[in-house]
């Protein structure tokens, strides 16, 4: 599934398209994907102008005056800004419209989303996301405040969105590892030192990712079609057996919940 900073460049790469263009049409050509797409909400906006495009968690936010539309990539969404001409290919769900460039939705497992968000009253979906984690609202504070409570471990606990939106598989294997920290810790055990210096890594790891392009899944790629280029600098996701980048120890794998954690058992001491 493409994370916070896949969601970002493509939020960056289609922007420059959209903001203060004109909705001229759009055409939905799948019901449903994740959950039904609200045809006839969506379709008064056809006349509006878009104001910006913002981004929530993984979601992305299509604003007017009358409304916003809400995307989500799913595990294997894309979108393309090409022109409107372009003949169709296969999983291509969702075009919105601006004068003669149309962006595009393809979306070949269907776990994507498109929803209408009355710009008075904020969607459901984002009534319980904890904050953003490159703003100033997640802190060491708020972070200890969090872990305190929970003796679940701290993996799980940074990859919660009531907690913190957008810390994905990948970057938190990575933001554990270079703050020593074993993924397996109980979060109310970790020190305020600690804390501290999880959160200012998730903060660099993230906005590195954002500054190199998102990471390379065989799902992702730019709104140009240019895949990321982050992938090439992880430290653990995915080396699961291969040595430590800093001790030369063999990388360890252990799943919690449900998704693969890779760490050094001498750099990241539970």
């Not at 606990?157 to 598989?169: A, F, H, S």
């Not at 660099?204 to 895949?227: E, H, Y």
């Not at 291969?242 to 990241?268: D, F, M, N, T, W």
Request: proline share 5%.
């Amino acid at each position: 599934m493409p994370e916070l900073p896949e969601v970002e460049v493509s939020r960056q790469g289609v922007s420059v398209h959209l903001t203060g263009q004109v909705i001229t049409d759009i055409v939905v050509r799948t019901p449903k994907l994740r959950w039904d797409i609200p045809t006839a909400d969506l379709m008064t906006l056809i006349g509006e102008k878009i104001t910006a495009v913002t981004r929530r968690a993984k979601y992305l936010v299509i604003e007017t005056v009358n409304g916003h539309i809400i995307l989500h990539l799913g595990m294997s969404g894309s979108l393309r800004v090409i022109d409107k001409n372009t003949p169709l290919k296969k999983h291509d769900h969702v075009d919105i419209t601006i004068d003669d460039k149309v962006l595009r939705l393809n979306d070949p497992r269907r776990f994507g989303a498109v929803l209408f968000a009355n710009n008075n009253v904020q969607h459901k979906l984002f009534d319980k996301l904890g904050p953003e984690p490159l703003t100033d609202a997640f802190d060491t504070q708020h972070l200890q405040e969090k872990c305190s409570k929970r003796r679940a471990v701290i993996k799980q606990v940074i990859m919660d969105n009531p907690v913190v939106v957008g810390v994905g598989n990948i970057y938190a294997n990575e933001a554990l590892f270079l703050t020593g920290i074993h993924p397996q810790t109980p979060a109310n055990k970790l020190t305020k030192k600690q804390v501290a210096q999880l959160v200012a890594t998730i903060k660099d790891v993230l906005t590195a990712a954002i500054k190199q392009g998102g990471t390379t899944l065989k799902d992702f790629s730019q709104t140009d079609g240019k895949p990321g280029y982050f992938a090439q600098s992880l430290f653990v996701y995915g080396r699961g057996g291969e040595e430590c980048l800093r001790c030369k120890s063999v990388l360890q794998e252990v799943k919690i919940g449900q998704r693969a954690s890779v760490y050094c058992p001498k750099c990241q001491v539970e």
